[in-house]
């Protein structure tokens, strides 16, 4: 069996192996361009208004897209070996900021997600979406396939826990959200049993349950789910902004009202247009054409990292790549099904395009390693030939 | 090939939660994107409403203006720019600015809502308006806009028939075409006319950002000014009314005070009853209002800036000064209603019952008309009712019952029409007479708040006995004597100034019952016709062939024999040199006075009498009824039938002399 799958792979040299990825960084430098046109379109009128320059925000988004494309090479520098051994390290440095960011709040007496860095503000629990997975790649990596003991799912939720319950404290539901989904998908990945997911997902369910009835979210959370289960109640000021949204949206029709063309978006009628509401612009602007595009460019991104992931050399890399595809899918999905109305607002950011660092170095620090894990793939793939599994 | 199955399904949730968003982007951006797009053109636009310029009111000839509009320079505020926190902020400055206080101005934002859009204050100069806009950071939403305001510049003159306009009350805010910024015609042709006076306000649809600031204008549709009323009013015998009408009532002062003094009554003047008065003057061929005076009146202005004070309000209406008692007004015609029956006498040549003692000397006449008044009628089970002249007229026929005003008369030709009912004509035979000639309801004249009046009968005296109104006595029924006092004009019977005008045209014209009308036109801004008040009748009498010029003889008679009752007042009609006889005019004038007994006075208010005095003229081709009501004027032929020949003597181009005390009439 065996000799007859080696006989069919076909050796290539070395040279051709750790050619980079240029679909993937193809699609970021698109949506990155992208993202910093409709930061410009829907910041600028404002700005001029206010007698500030016009491209100030998109000029400072610049300085993070600069971070984060070093960030980028950096991570694919090193390889994913050296990744995993740093993984322990990129945890615990993740573990203190997000320590640290709950002291800095205390401090200043309010809810506080971020440290002031000077340049920016850096928000611990974007950096924790990456280490949470490189953590969850690393411990997940031992389990053998169809048999991961409960014993590791549940260091895995410990693993998770601890920032978690440090993130909540800020308290940030959407990076709870991502987290939940990323070990999911994860622990689906690593092997885990389909009944083991099934009990785990009736736990979570039982768990939110408890969390509203108890009164351990914030009522503000509570009203963002339950006001969404009401979309006719336009009083809710909640409401108000996913309204808007879906009117700019609509108001795009097939190709759009053109760039910079937005009526909705140019007049200040959604909220949050540079961050949280960025693909409404989008849609507004580009029309269904436009939208559709980007849908289509993430779900390229998304393969691209599946692709990654079959192809890795070792369970750690095919791990990282795995969450690495679930957390962006989970985003997008989140980000766009909250603008045209279809979920409830959480606050999730959409990579590339929203306004703010810390996602976006975050998120290209974790394709810089899904990235290195692409240069260092095996040319056989993983599980081809048995023994190989590490 | 474990592994690959778990990326394929991954793989497979995210392909399908994206089919999900684009799936729901293809039902938003392509399916519905006509209802999304109309919604945010709604979202995006701000409509603000002009006022439209309420049309002019103008004189018959179309060139003398009752009523206007013009522009002025007012102060604007608009709530929907205004930030919460910055309103008391506003309203501080607006009150130094305007010297209004602030509470006032408080009120007025409280009164408009929220979103509201309203001139605040007076007229502000020029300069007032550029320090505005110069330090519009301290005047947050405030505009300095020209705002249309009503005008009349000719102030108390015909106040009644231009009337006025003010704040729409809750019945004008269910009309669709009114909101609570408009100003709404309340009384008078203003109010009558008020659909096609206000014209379609326009509409500024400006540009707005989610904050509501106003980025620029997007169209423009200028307001529809409102239709400009043509009246039937001739201005210049609508002031000589006016005056004459005020003569009128000082004279009725002045004779009420001389005869106080000679009484000697202990009354002091502050105790002085209100006088009151009223004068139409009617075309007799197509029912138009020549002239039509209240008194007291008031000035229309006081209403258009909306300032009027609760208690200066009230202390005027208590004055009565805002009731047209032309139409409003409703007094006991007295004889002055004489003249209807006359005709209906005639009419169906109805003879007065005599008193047995002077059936041989009447019978000695041979006239069916004949009629002997001892000055004292005798009835079985009735207190003896007299005439006002003591010992009576005498032998008199249906013409000299009239120029005398032969009470006991009249009285008999109404025992006749009681005596033969049910026989020769129905019970009521003379108030459907009257009804006819427009007594008992509303002429239908284009003004507001007309009354009715009331002829009696059975009918309504069973329903008040009933019904314990208080109106009629609680024991017996109707009876003869309630159809006499009708006959004389007294009784409940009562009647307003118009609807004797527009009775006694009827009568001179050849029985033609007009509905009186004060509007003859309406035209917009084009000078096209909007609306035209044709004339039309309320009803077609025919009379008798020869009855109508009998009956203006009979006229005649009251003002130009020896023995009318208007012959004192009417002496000299013509110019100091020309006697009576040879006076053309004066064959021209006839009328009859009327002098109705007030029976209920009230402990403070003396009973005085009502002074009537209704006539026609020219009497060979009538074109004027003039009807003139003094209330508590005492005698008509002393007091109101001066104050009817000034006017007459000013219709028919005779210098008109000033209003002096005629003689005393029927008492």
């Known amino acids: 069996m065996s000799q007859t799958i080696s006989a069919q792979v076909q050796l290539r040299p070395q040279i051709e192996r750790s050619r980079p990825d240029f679909v993937m960084i193809g699609i970021i430098a698109v949506l990155t361009a992208l993202g910093l046109l409709m930061i410009l379109s829907t910041s600028g009128p404002r700005l001029e208004a206010e007698g500030s320059v016009r491209a100030s925000q998109m000029i400072r988004q610049s300085t993070f897209v600069v971070l984060g494309v070093v960030t980028f090479f950096v991570a694919t520098i090193l390889s994913d070996r050296q990744w995993r051994l740093l993984t322990p390290w990129v945890y615990a440095v993740t573990l203190a900021l997000l320590a640290l960011v709950l002291g800095i709040g205390e401090l200043i007496g309010g809810a506080q997600r971020w440290i002031p860095l000077g340049l920016f503000n850096l928000q611990p629990s974007e950096v924790a979406k990456p280490a949470v997975i490189l953590g969850l790649a690393a411990l997940l990596a031992g389990a053998v396939e169809g048999q991961v003991k409960w014993s590791r799912i549940f260091k895995a939720f410990a693993l998770v826990g601890v920032p978690a319950i440090l993130i909540f404290l800020q308290p940030d539901l959407g990076t709870m959200l991502v987290f939940g989904f990323v070990t999911v998908v994860m622990l689906f990945a690593a092997g885990t049993d389909v009944r083991q997911i099934v009990i785990l997902g009736l736990v979570a369910i039982a768990a939110l349950i408890i969390a509203i009835e108890a009164d351990l979210l914030a009522e503000y959370q509570v009203d963002r789910l339950t006001g969404f289960l009401s979309p006719g109640e336009q009083t809710l000021s909640i409401n108000y902004n996913q309204i808007q949204s879906q009117i700019a949206i609509g108001g795009g029709g097939m190709f759009g009202q053109g760039l910079f063309e937005g009526t909705q978006t140019n007049l200040a009628f959604v909220p949050a247009q540079t961050t949280d509401f960025i693909f409404t612009a989008v849609a507004e602007q580009l029309g269904f054409a436009g939208a559709a595009t980007v849908i289509a460019l993430y779900s390229v991104l998304v393969l691209r990292l599946l692709i990654i992931a079959s192809t890795a050399r070792d369970r750690f890399g095919r791990l990282v790549a795995s969450g690495m595809a679930a957390m962006i899918a989970f985003h997008v999905f989140v980000n766009i099904g909250m603008t045209v109305g279809l979920l409830p607002v959480t606050g999730l950011p959409l990579p590339f395009l929203s306004f703010g660092g810390s996602f976006y170095i975050s998120t290209l620090f974790g394709l810089g390693v899904a990235h290195s894990i692409w240069i260092h793939r095996s040319r056989i793939p993983l599980g081809a030939v048995p023994g190989r599994a590490v | 090939m474990n592994f690959g199955w778990r990326l394929v399904a991954i793989g497979t949730l995210v392909a399908g939660l994206f089919g999900i968003l684009v799936l729901r982007l293809w039902y938003l951006q392509v399916t519905e994107v006509e209802a999304s797009l109309e919604v945010a053109f709604e979202q995006r636009i701000r409509v603000v409403e002009i006022e439209a310029p309420r049309g002019d009111i103008f004189d018959n000839k179309g060139k003398e203006l009752l009523a206007g509009t013009v522009a002025t320079l007012r102060v604007v505020v608009d709530r929907k720019l205004i930030a919460f926190e910055e309103e008391e902020f506003l309203i501080q400055n607006l009150s130094a600015l305007l010297a209004i206080p602030a509470s006032e101005i408080r009120r007025e934002f409280e009164t408009r809502g929220p979103g509201g859009r309203f001139p605040l204050g007076d007229q502000i100069t020029q300069s007032t308006g550029i320090s505005v806009l110069e330090n519009i950071e301290d005047f947050p939403g405030v505009t300095i806009e020209p705002v249309p305001f009503r005008i009349y510049p000719l102030l108390e003159t015909a106040a009644h028939i231009v009337g006025y306009v003010g704040s729409p009350n809750d019945d004008d805010l269910e009309r669709t075409d009114i909101d ?42 200028p307001p529809k000014p409102g239709g400009s009323v043509i009246t039937t009013i001739d201005l210049d015998v609508q002031r000589f009314v006016e005056d004459t009408l005020i003569s009128g009532v000082l004279l009725a002062r002045q004779e009420e005070t001389a005869r106080r003094e000679e009484e000697q009554s202990a009354r002091r003047e502050e105790e002085q009853s209100i006088f009151r008065g009223a004068a139409v003057v009617i075309d007799v061929t197509d029912g138009s209002i020549i002239a039509m005076a209240s008194v007291p009146a008031f000035d229309p202005s006081i209403f258009s800036d909306g300032r009027l004070s609760q208690d200066e309000w009230q202390g005027l209406a208590e004055k009565a000064v805002f009731n047209n008692f032309a139409i409003q007004g409703l007094f006991p015609p007295g004889s002055s209603f004489k003249v209807i029956v006359n005709a209906l006498a005639r009419q169906r040549r109805i003879s007065p019952v005599l008193e047995a003692e002077y059936e041989e000397i009447v ?61 020769d004509w129905p019970e009521n035979l003379l108030q459907d007479f009257a009804r006819r000639l427009s007594f008992g309801h509303r002429t239908g ?67 033609t019952v007009w509905e009186p009308r004060v509007v003859d036109s309406v035209r917009d801004a084009e000078n096209n016709l909007l609306f035209t008040n044709v004339p039309s009748a309320a009803d077609k009498i025919d009379f008798r062939p020869g009855l109508v010029d009998e009956l203006k003889a009979d006229l005649n008679r009251v003002v130009n024999s020896e023995t009318g009752t208007a012959k004192k007042a009417f002496e000299g009609f013509c110019d100091d040199d020309v006697p009576d006889d040879e006076c053309a005019a004066l064959q021209e004038v006839g009328g009859k006075t009327g002098t109705a007994e007030i029976r209920q006075a009230t402990d403070r208010v003396e009973a005085i009498d009502t002074a009537w005095f209704v006539g026609a003229a020219p009497l060979s081709d009538p074109r004027w009824v003039v009807a003139v009501v003094i209330d508590q004027g005492g005698s008509g032929g002393r007091v109101a039938a001066p104050t009817a020949r000034r006017i007459f003597q000013f219709l028919m181009g005779e210098n008109p002399d000033p209003v002096r005390a005629g003689s005393e009439s029927e008492r």
Do not use: C
């Not at chain 2, 015609?185 to 106003?214: C, H, M, W």
């Open chain 2, 180 to 221: 609570i910024n408009d100003q709404v015609g309340k009384f008078g042709i203003e109010g009558s006319y008020d659909r096609l006076l206000r014209g379609t306000p326009g509409q500024i649809i400006y540009r707005v950002n989610a904050k509501g600031e106003i980025l620029g204008v997007l169209e423009e549709r």
């Open chain 2, 363 to 423: 019978d000695q006449v041979a006239d069916p008309t004949a009629f002997f008044s001892d000055g004292e009628l005798l009835f079985p089970n009735t207190p003896p009712l007299n005439d006002w002249k003591d010992g009576g007229h005498g032998l008199v026929d249906l013409s000299e019952s009239l120029a005398q005003s032969v009470n006991s008369y009249y009285w008999s030709i109404a025992l006749r029409i009681w005596r033969q009912r049910d026989v």
């Open chain 2, 445 to 511: 004249i284009d003004l507001p708040f007309e009354q009715p009046g009331l002829v009696p009968d059975r009918e309504w005296f069973q329903f008040n006995q009933q019904n314990q109104t208080g109106l009629v006595r609680k024991e017996g029924g109707w009876s003869g004597g309630d159809l006499m006092n009708i006959a004389t004009g007294q009784g409940a019977l009562s009647v307003t100034p118009l609807q004797m005008a527009v009775a006694y045209a009827a009568l001179v014209n050849g029985g």
